[in-house]
């Protein structure tokens, strides 16, 4: 008889695993289906990234607004004249009580001497009525006198903010004037070329740059010539796949045309080294041209595969170029590539204007961009 309950539990627990393994198997579907969207939109994203940087445009500061200074604002003192006002009434209320009391002492004794008039009563509250007038008199000259004190002690007040004020201003505006004139000396050093100035602002203009691939920078200059040494990513940074998300889901990968891959990884080079010329000629303004070369680093040399001498006044077309490869191509770009777009290398363009002067002569910076 014992036999049977265990045998029904048996059966209930088998029948259940069915549904169990079900739910598991659901479960791990989502799973991977919210894998293969996450795999997906990286995916995109990325390659939106990549696309952005074709996206080049140049916009040159406008140096000689920038050497007009602002006038500092007119000092304007705070209003404090309602602490004087506060103070007199804080200094009547203190001496309120005071006043009534001695003031309800004369109308208490004038009202005994009527309900108990006698020549005695007359008498004591004669004398006490003459004590507390002659009180009440000194405590409204005391009041009189505290609230004058008061006015005095707020003007005082009043003047030590005012003071405090003033000594703020002319710190404020002596900063300010500091900081100008730091300003408006450091644009006059740029304008006329001064090393320092130039590699301090180049600096920090290109580490503002903001690309999705590591770049290295190496830039030498002489004579207000710059020449940016552009160590290009490898071609590992373009995806050699595309990808589809299919309706069940699942994701489609599918190999990129030999041409397609070469040309995104040109167009990719092409607007790294447009982005860091075009930004050099925005900011620096003693600079005319930029002579820049894409150099791929490889095992046992480093190649330069695209060689470019940018002017300051054709550098505005990259604002009209449909992408990077037809701006660097109308400057003239030095590059070499089979039909398949893959790039060979060549020689690097040097400035003609540098020909017999020592490399020690050349002031150089490094500069690693990533963002």
């Known amino acids: 008889m014992s036999s049977h309950p265990d045998k029904k539990s048996a059966r209930v627990r088998w029948d259940n695993k069915p549904n169990e393994r079900a739910e598991v198997r659901y479960f791990k579907g989502e799973e991977q289906f919210e894998r293969w969207r996450k795999e997906f939109v990286q995916h995109q994203d990325y390659e939106l990234k990549l696309a952005a940087v074709s996206k080049v445009s140049y916009n040159p500061v406008d140096f000689e607004s920038l050497l007009v200074t602002e006038p500092f604002p007119e000092l304007k003192l705070t209003d404090y004249s309602y602490l004087v006002d506060k103070a007199a009434s804080n200094m009547e209320g203190k001496y309120v009580y005071p006043v009534a009391a001695r003031i309800a002492a004369i109308v208490c004794m004038v009202g005994v001497l009527a309900i108990l008039f006698s020549p005695m009563t007359l008498l004591i509250t004669a004398a006490f009525g003459v004590a507390v007038a002659v009180s009440l008199h000194f405590t409204i000259k005391d009041r009189e006198e505290a609230i004058k004190k008061a006015k005095l002690e707020a003007m005082e007040e009043i003047g ?212």
């Open 160 to 371: 030590r903010r005012n003071s405090q004020e003033r000594l703020a201003y002319e710190e404020a505006r002596r900063q300010y004037e500091e900081k100008e004139e730091s300003r408006i000396t450091l644009i006059n050093q740029l304008m006329a070329g001064e090393a320092a100035a130039v590699r301090s602002r180049v600096d920090e203009v290109l580490n503002q740059v903001k690309l999705p691939v590591v770049v290295e920078v190496e830039i030498d200059f002489y004579r207000n010539i710059p020449l940016a040494k552009v160590y290009l990513p490898t071609k590992g940074v373009i995806p050699k796949q595309l990808c589809e998300i299919l309706p069940t889901g699942r994701l489609q990968y599918q190999d990129k045309d030999t041409r397609v891959f070469n040309k995104q990884y040109f167009e990719l080079s092409a607007a790294i080294i447009l982005q860091i010329a075009s930004t050099i000629l925005a900011h620096i303004p003693s600079f005319q041209e930029v002579y820049a070369a894409g150099i791929v680093k490889n095992e046992f040399s480093d190649d330069c595969v695209i060689a470019v001498k940018i002017h300051r006044d054709k550098i505005d077309c990259i604002n009209r170029a449909a992408n990077a490869i037809a701006a660097i191509q109308a400057f003239d770009a030095v590059y070499e590539c089979d039909t398949s777009l893959a790039l060979y290398p060549i020689d690097m363009l040097y400035p003609p204007e540098w020909e017999g002067v020592d490399k020690q002569q050349l002031k150089s910076l490094k500069v690693r961009i990533f963002k």
